[in-house]
């Protein structure tokens, strides 16, 4: 089954041409079934690359999903042409009375700043509090993983001593959960930020649950008990060149950065970087789909506002749900 995208989306090339399975709104159309609702709150300044990286990961799987683009209002990209984010993206004025089964919140290159002094900070607060009772299940991503922690739960971020940039090797602490459904018993996934949320200040906060971590990477990914809310610290949707762009940006820029590490073929930068986390990327994003949206959200998506009251799913699109 396709993911289902707006008309004259710069991603639908790309992915055609990768030989995935894309449907527009007017062929969509035709086909008498409820498409789970899925909302991306894109933070990232190069959104065209973020969300044809995320749409690649959600496609690959046999539900349709209807994609809502979404940025903030307070802070305009000053990296993407105002014509793409005018054709293809929403506000959160234009959502806000809607009903969402699942919600992706993107990281953003802001993490050295204090939450209180990002520019749509008090935005981004409306957003995630409205999640609560709009939305079934939100992923949350590296710095919009920290931001929902520290919002949700009281969780603060530390700033590590340098740049945590490479590739590197994780364990599942939860090995029989949905969310790990396919993976190897060790996987790896790139990382690339400058502070973490630390598994002690995690583990004060009964409500939450580290499901994977690195002795390298320190937590990768959690969740909360009710399973509602995810939060990943690395970036498992990167391309193979991300970190390689993002590593020669800052050497133009003169900062003297390390290279990522476990990245480049024999840690050489002249070298091509080696893909190590294609596959359980796409399982990671394909079993939150399927287990902790598809499996429990209600039919009746209206119902998802009950959840927050503590009635429930109130009928899933299908039966089981993940835990």
Known sequence: MPIKIRESLPAQETLENENIFVMTENRALHQDIRPLRLLILNLMPTKIVTETQLLRKLSNTPLQIEVELMRTASYTSKNTDAAHLQSFYTTFDTVRAHFFDGMIITGAPVELLPFEQVDYWSELCEIMSWSRRNVHCTLHICWGAQAALYYHYGVGKRELPKKLS????????????????????????PHSRFTEAAAEDIAR??????LADSADAGVFALK?????????????EY????????????VKAGQAPEP????FENDDPSRAPIVSWRS?????????????????????????????????????LTNGAGI
């Not at 906060?205 to 580290?210: D, V, Y």
Request: overall charge negative; hydrophobic content about 30%; charged content about 25%.
């Open 260 to 263: 990522p590490e476990n990245y």
């Open 166 to 189: 490479g590739v590197y090797p994780h364990r599942m602490l939860k090995p029989h959960s949905p969310f790990f459904r396919g993976f190897d018993d060790v996987f790896t996934a």
């Open 205 to 210: 906060c009964p409500e939450l649950e580290i």
């Open 224 to 236: 909360s008990t009710d399973s509602r809310r995810f939060f990943i610290m690395g970036h498992p």
């Open 280 to 316: 359980h990327a796409q399982l990671l994003y394909t079993n939150w789909l399927n287990y902790y949206v598809y499996q429990s959200t209600p039919f009746d998506i209206e119902k998802i506002a009950d959840e927050s009251r503590g009635a429930g799913p109130g009928g899933a």
């Open 239 to 250: 391309d193979a060149d991300t970190l390689a762009e993002e590593y020669f940006r800052d």
